[in-house]
């Protein structure tokens, strides 16, 4: 049986691809300028094969002219050009594309940066153009010829002039609508932002007439009007550079010039690698937290280049959360884009960058906090709290990468120190790492709860971020050791001299059974301190919830009512307790009022709020009286 072939309605194939492609009617120059360099790539390879051509470097450029009156922006390059017979079926064959041919002919592998493959790019012209002309004429010919559409009708293809081997692309821009500000595409600088965000880095210079302000020759404080003819691309990417040739300030100057920053960055990271997937990245930890860092409104990303140009300008996959800080680039020629080139078409490059990057972050901080500790700890000022989400996000499973970038306080050294070097000066007789939390490390100093801890000699670390707890708790443990905290009900070790101080009585107990009777299930327990030197009365805890997590948790949005379970501790060696055990059998009164007090001091000691107010303050006059 005879196959028939598909029949296609090309006029309106036409119209839905050229709409449906591209998120951004802008990335019709960036597909014109890459048509133009893949042109001059092509001169240059032919130069390479055919001694008869000399590649002149400086020959080789892409012009971007307007006509405002008529409409008309022009893109001009002088590369290898199009015989009659290349327009007919490059541009008249939707997804033919001549380079992708050119390429796989000429055994095109590495080196050559031909960036076009799927035959479409030109038709994004349709986006803003109402028509659109070639003007061509291919190498070795002396014809030229000159193709026009108007999009949906066809094309005609007729000779015309041209002195130089080439092609101009004339736009006939659309009129501007409603919604759609068609005139940005023939505004010189308005083009010029185009072509720098996505263009910047094609190798041939892309050049454009434009006006600027200059001071005038002989009165330097007047100003005139100057037109002039600008190469607005950078040209070379500085990662192609060698390292060995950039110093301090190319990298500097380069985060400056891309926005990355306000600040000076940190720290750079320039990586070129070759292996499976070949790409090159430049990377920055940046001095300061961005204004919105830690907020919903602040998107992560590094931008992604194929080839040199720009793909998407904050590729989020290629950076976990807990780096979200770094800022920089990735280009890859190995990269399988769709035919968008806005996407990838399938992750697994991304992947496999993205794991390659962690490790190099990874160890580049890590020998920041090495070899320069005063500039870690002003990246952990910035950042610090970012990497403990990280340790307790994904559910721990990225413990292990950020745990030796993790600082806290330190009772003992009174500055920031690692859990390595915590654990490494733990006595023999220390079971546990120590911690205690609050707003700041000067509310802490003074926590009741510290006093045993540290009469022991044991080092304490200051949890003073919201984060620090849970992030340790789904730490679990450091070199085999568990981390405890100083207010939790057992406190890993026994307090001999206390112990035999905080003995109990009968009475004693009889007292704190009043006690929490009067207290109800404001406290799971009240009894004697065996942590407690100088001060009457701390809350400690028992469970899995801490008291500052508690307090974190009250503060969610969606706030649970989740509780602690507090025991309230008694130093029944202060006199006090001595008052409230002599009132004890003779005025009930007396004890609760002290019950009460002494329970809503414990809260303000921790931190909490105390929940009646008023009767607090009645409570204190009473005594006062
Ligand atoms: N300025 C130009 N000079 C010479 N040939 C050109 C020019 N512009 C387009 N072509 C030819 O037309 C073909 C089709 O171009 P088009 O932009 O549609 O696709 P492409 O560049 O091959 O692929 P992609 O869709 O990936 O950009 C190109 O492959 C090339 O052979």
Redesign the pocket.
Known sequence: MAKQQFEAESKRLLEMMINSIYSQREVFLR?LI???S??IDKMYYQALTDDSITFNQSDYYIKITTDKENRQLTIS?T????TKEELES??GVIAK????AFKKENEIKDGYDI?????????AAFMVADQVTVV?KALGSEEAYLWQSEGAEGFTIEPTEKETVG?D?TLTIKENTDEDDFDQFLDPNQLKTIVKKYSDFIRYPIKMELTTQKPKEDKEDEFEEVTEEQTVNSMVPIWKKNKAELTEEDYNQFYMDKHYGFDKPLQHIHVSVDGNIRYQAILYIPETTPYNYYSADYEKGLELYSNGVLIMNKCADLLPDYFSFVKGLVDSEDLSLNISREMLQHDRQLKLIEKNLVKKIKTELVKLLRSEREQYEKFYDAFGRQLKYGVYSDFGQNKETLQDLLLFYSSKEEKLVTLKEYVERMPEDQSYIYYATGESNARIERLPQTEVVLDKGYEILYFTDDVDEFAIKMLAEYEGKSFKSVSSGDLGFDAEDSEEESKTTDQDQALFDEMKEILKDKVTDVRASKRLKTHPVCLSNEGEISIEMEKVLSMMPDNQNVQADKILEINVNHEIFQTMKQAHETDKDKVATYTNILYNQALLIEGLTVEDPISFTNDVWKVLK
Do not use: H, P, W
């Open positions: 597909e890459s048509n133009a893949d042109a390059d590369g290898i050009g199009m490059n541009l594309s001549g380079s992708l960036i076009g493959q799927f035959g479409v790019g030109f038709y061509s092609t692309i």
